[in-house]
């Protein structure tokens, strides 16, 4: 066990913190998406559209217009999914759409021409080629694997797909799990449900004192959470949570996490500020406060 993890105060801010990704960041962010694609688990397309929808172009300098326009070229040319010219008639379709914004060739996993020597797929020939025993459905394929204790599996899979790193996989991959509500604790290579963004790095580097790599920084959020007993995938979309949506400062973010007080006041001033600002953010306000008391993580 690591000798950081011995802190009272660690323990007791990565309570709070999964405590935080528990009641707000599953309802309020992964659910919603859920919503809009409900034939997801059923029908290759609406999975395939979540994906495109809410994660493959998540990654930074990513044009908002792109998701938009990747569901539209998917729902046109869905009835001719089984054509092999597909792939190319959505990226013309989605091209199009985005007008003078620049496609990205390079990095989008729906252009469908390889370069020589590459191995990576376009989403489209990877559902349909390498996913034939789960449907073609990028989401299945995600859960069974998750559900088998194949995380590696998952989510080495997962970045065939052209523009997919490691982070983009392993968000899509923790998000399925906390939807489904599976326990990481029996999982191997738990720490490639955690994806590391620069909140998470400074959250693991704060909490333990020290600079690190994006994977040692996976692992030390998994090490911290079992020490605090609490659920390291909660913890990790918790700590996004409170830095990108509450604090958004890098200073005031470090000195919450080493204070679990100065972290519940800051979360208590977050949703008086949410119910000040419209009725559209009262159920994010409410959710907040199932915090009160000593942030302990039930379950």
């Known amino acids: 066990m690591a000798k950081h993890a011995a802190s009272a105060d660690i323990q007791e801010t990565a309570r709070i913190l999964a405590r935080l ?3 707000v960041v599953v309802p309020i962010y992964i659910d919603p998406s859920r919503a809009l694609f409900r034939e997801h688990r059923k029908s290759h397309i609406e999975a395939l559209k979540l994906f495109l929808w809410a994660y493959a172009f998540e990654r930074a300098g990513a044009p908002q217009s792109y998701r938009t326009s990747a569901i539209r070229a998917l729902e046109k040319c869905a009835d001719f999914w089984s054509d092999k010219d597909i792939p190319n008639k959505i990226w013309i379709d989605f091209s199009r759409r985005l007008g003078p914004t620049k496609a990205n060739p390079a990095r989008n996993p729906l252009y469908p021409k390889n370069s020589s020597g590459s191995i990576n797929y376009n989403a489209v020939d990877f559902c349909k080629n390498r996913l034939q025993s789960d449907g073609q459905n990028l989401y299945l394929f995600s859960f069974r694997n998750i559900s088998a204790d194949k995380v590696r599996a998952a ?3 997962l970045r065939r797909i052209r523009g997919i790193g490691p982070k983009i996989a392993s968000l899509f991959l923790r998000d399925i799990a906390l939807e489904n509500r599976i326990s990481d604790r029996r999982l191997r290579d738990r720490h490639l449900l955690q994806p590391i963004d620069v909140w998470l790095r400074r959250a693991a580097e704060t909490l333990t004192g020290s600079d ?4 040692q920084a996976s692992r030390e959020l998994v ?5 605090a007993d609490c659920c390291a995938m909660c913890l990790n979309a918790g700590s996004w949570y409170f830095g990108s949506q509450v604090v958004r400062s890098e ?3 470090r000195e919450s ?7 519940l006041c800051n979360l208590e001033r977050h949703r008086r500020d949410l119910i000040e600002r419209g009725e559209w953010l009262l159920e994010e306000a409410k959710r907040l406060s199932a915090l009160s008391g000593d942030g302990r993580q039930s379950g």
């Open 251 to 253: 200073k005031p973010f």
């Open 212 to 215: 690190l790599r994006d994977e």
């Open 223 to 227: 090490d911290i959470a079992d020490t």
């Open 257 to 263: 996490l080493r204070n679990p007080q100065a972290l």
């Open 21 to 23: 990704g528990d009641v």
């Open 155 to 157: 989510h080495d899979g």
